[in-house]
């Protein structure tokens, strides 16, 4: 899991010294000209169906804490649509842990006016957007105090919730499981061994099927424009694609690197298999045995350039690949410098 997440949940805290008096918060999270009608499951279905129907003749938004414990979101979001059915437009309904903390919410319902993140007025203990707006009107503004009855908040903090959680996650032992099962969920792209020497070309040339535009809709390059991006981008390294489960492939290659100059080009070696019993014990010591870092052939790659065997050695030769396939057995031979 990443620090950011953590410090996410971090930055969620709902510790607080004083009622109605907001933590500074990054612009992104400001509230401007809304009616927000804090809410709990502690007020009862009753009363929450009223204050839905409020919300929805009035516009205001509900917040909630968090989600009940023992329940899950999608049970909770079933609940308060049951509680809404009927009503039109459906009542804005958010799930705000920190609008909670930022206006020291600690009791429902509640009432607040927020104009440019500023607390016009505020009441507790009633939920009417037509009582506070006569309140604001004859100049009654700031915390009006409780108006009414109030109820603790049922919900834990969300981000409370969460930032235990993550607390609770044993990540070393995640990223531990996730490693050992990767061998065993890896799908491989085989290919048969060679049986004969062959040299092969191919033209990594693209037509462009529809035409590609820029963001004001001007016609970069035409459909029908023929590519070859060899022409653009050098290819300056050699694949050599072979089968690690081929004891008599790996001894060939590693018998041909022993004769190359590395320096004077990058060697890329790529396997289309490998053992998923042994894992990365046989993926470090195919590594040990060819010095050399080793990679998984994939399909795309596969593809690209239409390798039909191995081994198979892939280089550029002028705007074409050349793609060379030797047997293992002759290898040593044929790759001899």
Known sequence: ????????????????????????????????????????????????????????????????????????LGAAIRDWHTLMAGLDPVPQVRIDPKAFVHWRVTSVPAIFRIDDDKVT????????????????????????????????????????????????????????????????????????KATQYRIRMVDPTIVMQRPLLDANGRTLIPAGTRINPLKALPFTQQLVVFNALNAEEVDAVAHWLETQDRTLRRITLITTQLDRAQGWNRLNALEKTLDSPVYLLNASLKQRFDLQVTPSFVQ????????????AKELVHEKAQ
Do not use: C
């Open 1 to 72: 899991m990443s620090r950011s997440i953590l410090q996410s949940a971090v930055d969620g805290s709902s510790e607080f010294i004083e009622p109605f008096s907001p933590i500074e918060q990054p612009a992104s999270l400001k509230h401007n000209d809304e009616w927000l009608i804090f809410a709990s499951s502690s007020l009862g279905d009753s009363s929450l169906k009223q204050l839905f129907k409020e919300a929805s003749v009035t516009g205001a938004i509900v917040l909630f804490r968090g989600i009940p414990e023992g329940k899950t």
């Open 121 to 192: 007025a505020s009441a507790l203990g009633v939920y009417s957007k037509d009582w506070l707006q006569l309140q604001i009107e004859t100049g009654n503004t700031g915390s009006l105090g409780q108006r009414g009855p109030i109820h603790s908040i049922l919900e834990p903090d969300l981000m409370q919730v969460a930032m235990q959680r993550l607390q609770s996650i044993d990540l070393g032992a995640l990223k531990k499981k996730a490693i050992e099962r990767f061998w065993s969920r890896q799908t491989f792209t085989e290919l048969p």
């Open 316 to 327: 550029a030769k002028g705007l074409a690949f050349e793609i060379e396939e030797i047997p």
